[in-house]
């Protein structure tokens, strides 16, 4: 059964609903074992099958070379915020980062920390409302590492492609709210990081993908748990993980499969965006913050032309079966989160009531 209403939050989000059907048929018995998997041991066989399949259904979706590791930790991507420098950062050498939005300040505060920060690109100047260009950022040779956040759910800017490290410093991805939305080139990154909250799964996991030479950056005295190599030695069960997230991550990555892959997700989630940017692009009734060559297609932003009416589309909205798409508080609008298991007829809907909004209010 669809669910009753169309959840466009921003995180945490909707999920398929055949892997909730899922979850719900193996939830009180898993396998014929007589109890959940949230019950069992995260030693035991039975959960050892589920985190091996999670891992390799993602190396699977998203080509990921053998030399690097794939691991399900927690603490959100928050928490990487601060062990990447921990475990990255050179003696003597500081990092490059790029200042798109209000996770890359919270990133950029967390790793000064630890050394000395370059911005070397901000486009805070105009409200975040685009990416900066490549050949504008002023990068440092001798930087430990390079850091990005590849979409940026408040504001709905998203890099289209990944610059080269051409000077051979690691690129770091913050990829909380769009990793798997499309294929991506691992190769070019030397850890990519994710909250599962958006795309993968419940909230609680964190996926990290990170090449096994830079994870043996880190050093003796940093604590256990903060280091990368513990949980690569330990194949993320140096404690216990979230082990009914780990399954759920499990149950997302399989439904990818089965959709095609990534390539065939990011069609689909070209088509969605593609709907509502034509919606907003009709007139002057609706607008976008975004900067054309920028704009995400998994948070779109958008704009009425007062609050008044933003606030009475909203409540309409709702009324019609549509939650989650008031803007962040810090910017206020409207904005749809239009994950990989939004579905296509949930655009479609919301659209409809856009344009039937727009003619009784324009």
Known sequence: ??????????????????VMRTAQENFLDYKGLGYSISEASHRSPEFQEVIESAEANIRKLMSIPEDYSVLFLQGGASMQFGMIPMNLMLPGAGADYVQTGAWSEKAIKEATLFGKISVIANSKETSYDRIPEFVDWECNADASYRHITSNNTIFGTQYEDFPNAADGVPLIADMSSDIMCKPIDVNKFGLIYAGAQKNLGPSGVTLVIVSNELAARATDNLATMLKYTTHIKAASLYNTPPTFGIYLIKLVTDWLIRQGGLNSIETVNREKAKLLYDTIDADEFYSCPADRASRSIMNVCYRLPNEELESRFLVEAKEHGFVGLKGHRSVGGCRASIYNAMPLAGVKRLTELMGSFKSKNG
Do not use: D, I, R, Y
Request: overall charge neutral; aromatic content about 12%.
């Open 1 to 18: 059964m669809q669910s009753k209403v169309f959840n466009f939050n921003a995180g945490p989000a909707t999920l398929p609903v055949e």
